[in-house]
């Protein structure tokens, strides 16, 4: 595989490289044989609507529930996955859509579920859960829904949200559809002086060109077609941020940013403190601009010249096996334990190697309770290939500590711990690399490479953040903001955050109409503070704390039995202080320390 560039047919795929989807189905009938099961079964869910006044009830429906929630999952994942493998197999593409439309209908069937169990006096449930046994393990899922009592509509509210929902997310859509189908960006000179087209996907490699006229005119062109539907973009984005701060007053929170947080419980106060923090430490981020200007040798240093590296290395070829070994010394801090499973996953059938034709890109890791936890790659034989197999590696062992531990209704992990796991292992393996890098080009680039991932998990993204509280706020407060109040405080961020060295030019300041999980309200402040965690962890980890491989495995085997602000402070890692994120800030520096002495 590695030298051929013809990219094979999935057939061509050696067997040892693909993953075993057959431990969940040996074979076609074997899936159609549940599917019918799953289609028989689940509607008697619907059976229970109006009993769940009685215990005995409501114990059965959770437990048929549960049956046919995990057959229904199983089905879904294989499904997909199957589908994943080569995207072009209309028989896959047809169970797909089997099982998709099916699952939307059985998300109807234990609808009055919720409302029924909110309709039902607090002391019965608390009643239950104190009295009976068999109730003690659904204790949170139960708190869990009575703690948002106050915020459930009546029955006919409800009902008329639900269909409003469509129109109220017409923003996202609408933003979509013109950034990416509609707008057009013309053409740009390559480092070859040929004619390209600039489009979206390809604006990140013209971006980090070594040729800076290609990446000033990637740039100026870019946010100059941007700038030429700025008010529209700024209507689409406050229509969505009303939609939001809409469904919080109906729902009676009292912010905006409340609704977000208050259903995982996380306090306001996180939110607000990873901003603060990071503001407190912005001469860390100035610094680091000031350093680049100068390894870069530029007289000035412009917004389109922050992307390109330090320094260019030759790309080394890394065979899987190879990736594997790396993946291992990198690790090898977690402890036995988890490398044994780790390299059991690879041995076993977990991951999907290679690309072939028609399969789908990039990599996630993937399956459900009664699956093993599958990593689909397309690996290219690069350092950024391994980087990405410890990444859904750390997500897949994540699933399986929790799935091994946890009972079904909370093995799933809330998106305030996704990501906390992967990045923890993409820590220790860029820590170890530049560790026992001896060639000083090789660790240059590597240095640069964990500060980039810095500066864009973590002070991009609460750069955003704060952004995105000043529009909500803003709006929330009846002020009306246009595409030059937009405009201005994206610029006024920009300034601040990247401090005296920085040119920030005018362009810049049509960023935020370009960033759609703006869309997606109050979603990224969650990339920093999963950073932030997951650096907390490595750096106990590689310290030698006491206990600090268990406290972490015991983070992973934790799922979503709690809160994720409690899961996390169970481990040792307080969100709700500063000391994570200045964790954090703290490799920043020890980095730019590094990068001073070149």
Request: aromatic share 12%.
């Amino acid at each position: 595989m590695e030298d051929n560039k013809v990219v094979k047919k999935r057939e061509e795929i050696n067997l040892e490289d693909k993953w075993k989807l057959e431990k969940i189905y040996a074979n076609e009938d074997a899936w159609e044989k549940d599917f019918n099961i799953l289609k028989k079964e689940s509607p008697k869910l619907r059976e229970f609507a109006g009993k769940l006044n009685d215990k005995e009830e409501i114990l059965k429906y959770l437990e048929l529930n549960e049956k046919v929630s995990r057959l229904g999952e199983t089905l879904y994942v294989y499904a997909h996955m199957k589908s994943d493998e080569d995207t072009s197999n209309q028989k896959y593409q047809s169970y797909m859509n089997k099982i998709d439309a099916f699952m939307a209908e059985f998300a109807s069937y234990g609808a009055f579920f919720v409302p029924e169990i909110l309709a039902l006096p607090d002391e019965f449930i608390k009643d239950l859960i104190k009295n009976d046994e068999r109730f003690k393990i659904y204790e949170f899922m139960l708190m869990d829904i009575l703690k948002e009592k106050p915020h459930i509509l009546t029955k006919e509210m409800e009902e008329l949200l639900a269909l409003a929902s469509d129109c109220l997310d017409a923003p996202s859509s609408i933003h979509n559809m013109l950034t990416n189908a509609d707008m057009s960006f013309g053409n740009i000179k390559d480092e070859d002086g040929d004619e390209v087209e600039l489009t979206e996907g390809n604006y990140s490699s013209f971006i980090k060109s070594k040729d800076r006229s290609v990446r000033e005119a990637a740039f100026k062109r870019l946010f100059g077609e941007y700038k030429k539907f700025d008010n529209t973009l700024a209507t689409t984005l406050t229509s969505s941020v009303k939609s939001f701060n809409f469904s919080a007053r109906v729902r009676k929170y009292e912010s905006p940013i409340e609704a977000s947080l208050s259903p995982n419980d996380i306090p306001v106060s996180v939110y607000e403190n990873a901003i603060k923090t990071i503001n407190d430490n912005l001469s860390s981020l100035h610094r680091y601009v000031k350093i680049k200007k100068k390894l870069l040798g530029l007289e000035q240093m412009h917004m389109y010249d922050l992307y390109v590296p330090i320094i260019e290395v030759e790309k080394e070829k890394i065979s899987f096996d190879e990736g594997v070994k790396l993946a291992n010394e990198g690790l090898k801090p977690l402890g036995e334990e988890y490398l044994n499973l780790f390299n059991e996953g690879i041995n076993s059938g977990w991951i999907d190697k290679y690309e072939n034709k028609g399969k789908r890109g990039g990599a996630y890791s993937w399956g459900g309770y009664d699956t093993m936890p599958y990593v689909l790659l397309n690996y290219h034989n690069e350092l950024n290939d391994v980087s990405t197999l410890v990444h859904e590696m750390g997500h897949s062992l994540h699933s399986y500590y929790s799935r091994k531990t946890q009972p079904y209704y909370y093995a799933g992990y809330t998106l305030f711990c996704a990501e906390v796991a992967s990045t923890t292992n993409e820590a220790l393996l860029i820590h170890y690399l530049i560790e026992k890098e001896q060639d000083k080009k090789k660790k240059l680039y590597l240095i640069n490479q964990e500060l980039e991932q810095i500066r864009t998990t973590v002070f991009r993204q609460l750069m955003f953040a704060e952004f995105e509280l000043y529009t909500h706020n803003a709006l929330n407060a009846g002020e009306a903001l246009t595409a030059a109040d937009y405009s201005a405080k994206w610029h006024e961020l920009n300034a601040n955050y990247f401090g005296p060295d920085m040119v920030v030019d005018e362009d810049i300041d049509m960023e935020w109409a370009r960033i759609p999980h703006f869309y997606s309200d109050f979603y990224v402040y969650q990339y920093a503070t999963g950073y932030a965690a997951a650096s907390a962890f490595a750096n106990a980890i590689l310290e030698g704390k006491e206990n600090a491989v268990e406290k972490y495995k015991g983070f992973l085997k934790a799922g979503g039995s709690k809160y994720p602000i409690d899961i996390l402070k169970d481990a040792g890692v307080d969100m709700t202080t500063s000391e994570p994120l200045e964790a954090t800030i703290h490799r920043f520096n020890e980095l730019l320390d590094m990068l001073e002495e070149f």
